[in-house]
């Protein structure tokens, strides 16, 4: 613990005279212990992470990172299945892959989340196996600069 919030609050306590021991009990010291950690509204808090692009996407996150965090933040704003809670999963999505996903033959996905993970996954599969014959079969008839590698493929 050598810096940030969790350093702060430490010193905090250890400067208070009486340090821990002025804490009358578990649960006083408890309630300060969340006060000072714990959101005031974790659902609000979610949802605002959601719509910000600038603090939330799929970057250079794999896929499985960017589903499973994508998941725990809608679950913890609340929000329902359905259009909204797709649109959102697609804004955070890397351009690459989301530009795979608007070019399918068969059309979007319907509105389930489900269905959104799982064409999410199988396009960044095709992604990386395209990524994977432009190297090992350099002669073959896919052209090399129409492909763009996934994020955990470059590095």
């Known amino acids: 613990m050598k810096l940030g919030h969790a350093l702060t609050y430490a010193l905090r306590v250890f400067q208070r005279p009486g340090g821990v021991n002025s804490f009358v009990n578990w649960e006083a010291f408890e309630t300060d ?69 608007d070019n399918l033959a068969e059309g979007h996905p319907d509105n389930s989340i489900a269905t959104w993970y799982k064409v999410a996954h199988d396009q960044w599969q095709l992604m990386e196996l395209k990524h994977e014959l432009q190297f090992t079969h350099p002669l073959s008839t896919v052209h090399a600069s129409s492909i763009t590698p996934p994020p955990s493929a470059a590095e």
Do not use: R, V
């Open 33 to 101: 212990f969340q006060a000072e950690f714990f959101l005031l509204n974790p659902a609000k808090t979610a949802a605002l992470s959601l719509h910000n692009p600038n603090q939330y996407g799929q970057e250079e996150q794999s896929l499985d990172d960017y589903i499973n965090s994508f998941h725990a933040l809608a679950e913890q704003a609340g929000y329902p299945d359905g259009l909204q809670l797709c649109l959102t999963f697609c804004e955070g999505l890397h351009p690459t892959l989301m530009e795979c996903i």
